[in-house]
Protein backbone atom coordinates (compact mmCIF):
# COMPACT_ATOMS: atom_id res chain seq x y z
CA UNK A 1 0.00 0.00 0.00
CA UNK A 2 1.98 3.10 -1.47
CA UNK A 3 0.65 6.65 -1.34
CA UNK A 4 0.25 8.51 -4.45
CA UNK A 5 0.25 12.47 -4.72
CA UNK A 6 -3.35 13.76 -5.12
CA UNK A 7 -2.95 15.79 -8.42
CA UNK A 8 -4.85 19.36 -8.57
CA UNK A 9 -6.54 17.42 -12.18
CA UNK A 10 -7.49 14.42 -9.30
CA UNK A 11 -9.18 16.45 -7.53
CA UNK A 12 -11.24 18.16 -9.54
CA UNK A 13 -11.92 14.70 -10.76
CA UNK A 14 -13.13 14.00 -7.28
CA UNK A 15 -15.36 16.94 -7.34
CA UNK A 16 -13.23 19.08 -5.15
CA UNK A 17 -13.73 22.66 -6.02
CA UNK A 18 -10.16 24.16 -6.22
CA UNK A 19 -9.15 27.35 -5.33
CA UNK A 20 -6.07 28.99 -7.54
CA UNK A 21 -6.33 32.13 -6.99
CA UNK A 22 -5.42 34.33 -3.83
CA UNK A 23 -9.35 34.26 -2.62
CA UNK A 24 -9.76 33.24 0.67
CA UNK A 25 -6.55 33.87 2.64
CA UNK A 26 -8.16 36.33 4.99
CA UNK A 27 -10.93 33.98 5.65
CA UNK A 28 -7.82 31.28 6.83
CA UNK A 29 -6.86 33.56 9.01
CA UNK A 30 -9.80 34.56 10.71
CA UNK A 31 -10.71 30.94 11.00
CA UNK A 32 -7.70 30.12 12.61
CA UNK A 33 -7.65 33.08 15.21
CA UNK A 34 -10.88 31.91 16.08
CA UNK A 35 -9.95 28.08 16.55
CA UNK A 36 -7.39 29.20 18.47
CA UNK A 37 -8.80 31.50 20.62
CA UNK A 38 -11.40 29.24 21.80
CA UNK A 39 -8.99 26.64 23.44
CA UNK A 40 -8.24 29.52 25.28
CA UNK A 41 -9.18 29.00 29.28
CA UNK A 42 -9.75 32.23 30.54
CA UNK A 43 -9.56 31.55 33.76
CA UNK A 44 -6.69 33.46 34.59
CA UNK A 45 -7.78 36.13 37.96
CA UNK A 46 -5.87 38.97 40.15
CA UNK A 47 -7.41 40.39 43.29
CA UNK A 48 -8.12 44.26 42.92
CA UNK A 49 -7.75 46.23 45.99
CA UNK A 50 -11.45 45.62 46.62
CA UNK A 51 -11.00 41.97 46.87
CA UNK A 52 -7.86 41.75 48.56
CA UNK A 53 -7.91 40.41 52.11
CA UNK A 54 -6.06 43.49 53.96
CA UNK A 55 -7.48 45.74 56.75
CA UNK A 56 -9.01 48.96 55.28
CA UNK A 57 -7.73 50.75 58.45
CA UNK A 58 -5.79 53.51 58.03
CA UNK A 59 -1.75 52.34 58.66
CA UNK A 60 -1.02 55.78 60.95
CA UNK A 61 -2.54 59.16 60.57
CA UNK A 62 -2.84 61.81 58.13
CA UNK A 63 0.02 64.07 59.06
CA UNK A 64 2.99 64.38 61.54
CA UNK A 65 4.74 61.44 60.93
CA UNK A 66 7.07 62.19 57.95
CA UNK A 67 5.95 59.80 55.51
CA UNK A 68 3.86 59.57 53.22
CA UNK A 69 0.12 59.87 53.36
CA UNK A 70 -1.68 56.10 53.59
CA UNK A 71 -5.22 55.54 53.72
CA UNK A 72 -5.47 51.09 53.53
CA UNK A 73 -3.25 49.21 53.39
CA UNK A 74 -4.93 47.20 49.64
CA UNK A 75 -3.60 49.78 48.15
CA UNK A 76 -2.02 48.71 44.74
CA UNK A 77 1.38 51.05 45.15
CA UNK A 78 2.19 48.40 48.23
CA UNK A 79 3.43 45.09 47.85
CA UNK A 80 0.64 42.78 48.75
CA UNK A 81 -1.98 45.21 48.01
CA UNK A 82 -4.54 44.65 44.99
CA UNK A 83 -3.41 44.68 41.12
CA UNK A 84 -4.59 47.65 38.91
CA UNK A 85 -6.03 46.57 35.32
CA UNK A 86 -5.11 42.82 36.01
CA UNK A 87 -7.02 39.90 34.37
CA UNK A 88 -10.22 38.40 35.54
CA UNK A 89 -12.68 35.54 33.81
CA UNK A 90 -13.46 36.05 30.41
CA UNK A 91 -14.42 34.20 26.94
CA UNK A 92 -11.76 34.83 24.41
CA UNK A 93 -14.17 32.93 21.75
CA UNK A 94 -15.01 34.54 18.25
CA UNK A 95 -17.75 33.88 15.80
CA UNK A 96 -16.77 33.07 12.29
CA UNK A 97 -20.31 32.98 10.00
CA UNK A 98 -20.31 29.60 8.51
CA UNK A 99 -19.64 30.51 5.20
CA UNK A 100 -15.93 32.34 5.66
CA UNK A 101 -15.39 29.01 7.79
CA UNK A 102 -16.20 26.81 4.94
CA UNK A 103 -14.04 28.82 2.15
CA UNK A 104 -10.96 28.75 4.70
CA UNK A 105 -11.39 24.79 4.79
CA UNK A 106 -11.69 24.83 0.63
CA UNK A 107 -8.13 27.73 0.78
CA UNK A 108 -6.23 25.51 3.09
CA UNK A 109 -7.04 22.41 1.34
CA UNK A 110 -6.63 23.61 -1.99
CA UNK A 111 -3.27 25.22 -0.94
CA UNK A 112 -2.10 21.90 0.67
CA UNK A 113 -3.34 20.05 -3.22
CA UNK A 114 -1.52 22.40 -5.03
CA UNK A 115 1.34 22.41 -3.26
CA UNK A 116 1.86 18.60 -3.84
CA UNK A 117 2.06 17.63 0.22
CA UNK A 118 -1.32 15.96 0.30
CA UNK A 119 -1.40 12.11 -0.30
CA UNK A 120 -4.07 9.35 -1.01
CA UNK A 121 -4.22 5.80 0.25
CA UNK A 122 -6.66 3.10 -0.41
CA UNK A 123 -6.74 2.73 3.09
CA UNK A 124 -4.78 3.44 6.80
CA UNK A 125 -4.70 0.81 8.98
CA UNK A 126 -2.81 -1.29 11.34
CA UNK A 127 -3.77 -5.15 11.73
CA UNK A 128 -2.21 -4.92 15.88
CA UNK A 129 -1.83 -1.64 18.59
CA UNK A 130 1.08 -1.43 18.63
CA UNK A 131 3.08 1.95 18.23
CA UNK A 132 5.86 0.67 15.75
CA UNK A 133 3.15 -0.55 13.53
CA UNK A 134 1.78 2.79 13.39
CA UNK A 135 5.53 4.41 12.81
CA UNK A 136 5.72 2.07 9.79
CA UNK A 137 3.36 2.71 8.54
CA UNK A 138 3.91 6.53 8.10
CA UNK A 139 7.45 5.96 6.89
CA UNK A 140 6.13 3.67 3.97
CA UNK A 141 3.23 6.03 3.17
CA UNK A 142 4.74 9.77 3.60
CA UNK A 143 8.77 8.58 4.46
CA UNK A 144 10.84 10.26 5.34
CA UNK A 145 7.88 12.80 6.68
CA UNK A 146 6.61 11.79 10.46
CA UNK A 147 4.55 14.76 10.95
CA UNK A 148 2.01 13.85 8.72
CA UNK A 149 -2.09 14.69 9.47
CA UNK A 150 -4.00 10.92 8.68
CA UNK A 151 -7.83 11.32 6.83
CA UNK A 152 -10.32 8.99 6.99
CA UNK A 153 -14.08 8.02 6.89
CA UNK A 154 -13.33 6.24 10.10
CA UNK A 155 -11.02 4.94 11.87
CA UNK A 156 -10.57 1.25 13.73
CA UNK A 157 -9.79 1.21 17.19
CA UNK A 158 -6.32 -1.01 16.88
CA UNK A 159 -4.87 2.49 14.46
CA UNK A 160 -6.63 4.86 17.08
CA UNK A 161 -4.59 3.01 20.11
CA UNK A 162 -1.24 2.33 17.77
CA UNK A 163 -1.35 5.93 17.06
CA UNK A 164 -1.87 7.88 20.88
CA UNK A 165 1.98 7.94 21.38
CA UNK A 166 3.29 9.32 18.01
CA UNK A 167 2.82 12.83 18.52
CA UNK A 168 4.04 13.68 15.32
CA UNK A 169 1.24 12.61 13.61
CA UNK A 170 -2.40 12.63 14.39
CA UNK A 171 -5.65 10.86 13.14
CA UNK A 172 -8.88 12.63 12.33
CA UNK A 173 -11.96 12.23 10.31
CA UNK A 174 -12.91 13.83 6.99
CA UNK A 175 -16.59 15.44 9.21
CA UNK A 176 -14.01 16.83 11.81
CA UNK A 177 -10.71 18.38 9.86
CA UNK A 178 -10.12 21.54 10.58
CA UNK A 179 -8.63 24.44 8.48
CA UNK A 180 -5.52 24.53 11.54
CA UNK A 181 -5.38 21.38 11.64
CA UNK A 182 -4.74 21.25 7.38
CA UNK A 183 -1.89 23.64 7.80
CA UNK A 184 0.18 22.78 10.89
CA UNK A 185 1.37 19.33 9.27
CA UNK A 186 4.07 18.85 6.38
CA UNK A 187 2.32 16.22 4.75
CA UNK A 188 -1.38 14.83 4.55
CA UNK A 189 -2.61 11.35 3.85
CA UNK A 190 -6.02 11.19 3.02
CA UNK A 191 -8.03 7.53 2.63
CA UNK A 192 -10.32 7.33 -0.81
CA UNK A 193 -13.27 6.35 1.36
CA UNK A 194 -12.51 10.22 2.89
CA UNK A 195 -12.25 11.89 -0.38
CA UNK A 196 -15.85 12.11 -0.73
CA UNK A 197 -16.70 13.86 2.21
CA UNK A 198 -13.63 16.16 1.75
CA UNK A 199 -15.22 17.19 -1.28
CA UNK A 200 -18.97 17.48 0.37
CA UNK A 201 -17.85 19.81 3.02
CA UNK A 202 -15.61 22.11 0.76
CA UNK A 203 -18.09 22.78 -1.92
CA UNK A 204 -19.76 25.73 -2.77
Keep these: MS?????????????????????GGHAVHETV???????????ASVKTKA?????????????GTGRARA?????PIWVG????????????SKTVPKQVRKLALRKALSARIIAGDVLVVDAFAVS???TKDFIALIKANAAPEQKVLVISAVFDENTYLAARNVRPAQLVTAREVNTEQLLAFRKIIVTNDALPQLAERTAK
Design 3 to 23: AKVLTIDQAKAAKFDIIENGI
Design 33 to 43: VALRAARRSGT
Design 51 to 63: TVNLSGAKPWRQK
Design 71 to 75: GYKAS
Design 81 to 92: GGVVFGPHPRDY
Design 128 to 130: APK
